[in-house]
């Protein structure tokens, strides 16, 4: 009885030792070979994991460009200067705007400023708040202050001022596009990281109708076509934008402005500075 034991145990010994030695030998030869261009285009990426290329993250994205064939261009965070490493690792060229273009909130409409319809106080998302009558705000086309782009934000570049404003730090931007995909009414919007001005307003209401509901709301005066012809300002659909391209004086058109909706992108900097020394002040004491 302890010989057939004893067998038996050697024998499922041996049998596992075989199958195993089988399926390393196996695993070796059926190996598929990782193309090493993967871990190096991997390796110039941020390492942001944003996903605004499209993919799961760098090292999807890197196996995709050299397995799939994928544009080089795909990697907002990186800009130019990684799109030309990767085409380098590739063996091919690629022509990349070097201008980075940053996320900007276009509205300043505070409980200060603007009309609310009503007070909402449901869940603290500005796509939940647009379910409801298209946000608590007349202006149908504002900020809704829910902060689902605060929430979004891989690197923590968006915040909130004592009134509730949001501001992008533009040098913390990595230009992942993921605040402006989540936005429902389209208020945050691309400018050149070196803009000096924006409009801060995004209501393509008529003048007399955005007067009533927001005092710092573009009213398509075009005063700021007047007085700074060469400042890049264009009224259409009447509201207000700056076509960057143009690198006229644009002091004359922000001082003449009615609304003052034409703010500096210094003052978006200065607020969001503030806001996080509150929040240091507020930790250490």
Known sequence: MLLK???SFLSVTLLGGLLGVGLAVAAKLLAVKKDERIGEVES????ANCGACGYPGCSGYAEAVV???ASLTLCSPGGAEVAEKIAKIMGQSVEVSATKMVAQVHCRGTRDTSKYAFDYNGLADCNAMMILYGGDKE???GCLQGGSCIAVCPVDAIGRDEKNRIW????????CGKCIDV???????????DADYIVACNSKDKGAKTRKYCTVGCIACKICEKKSGDGGFI???????????????RTAAVESCPAKC??????AKAEIDEVKETVKVNDES
């Not at 009224?235 to 004086?249: C, Q």
């Not at 034409?262 to 003052?267: A, E, P």
């Open 262 to 267: 034409i703010i500096s992108t210094k003052t």
């Open 183 to 193: 936005c429902p009414t389209n208020v945050m919007k691309w400018v050149p990281y």
């Open 168 to 175: 992008v730090d533009k040098d913390r931007c990595i230009s």
């Open 139 to 141: 202006c149908k086309y």
């Open 235 to 249: 009224v259409e659909d009447f509201l207000a934008h700056i076509e960057y391209d143009m690198k006229g004086d």
């Open 44 to 47: 110039i990426l941020p390492g």
């Open 5 to 7: 034991i004893v067998f």
């Open 67 to 69: 397995n799939e064939g």
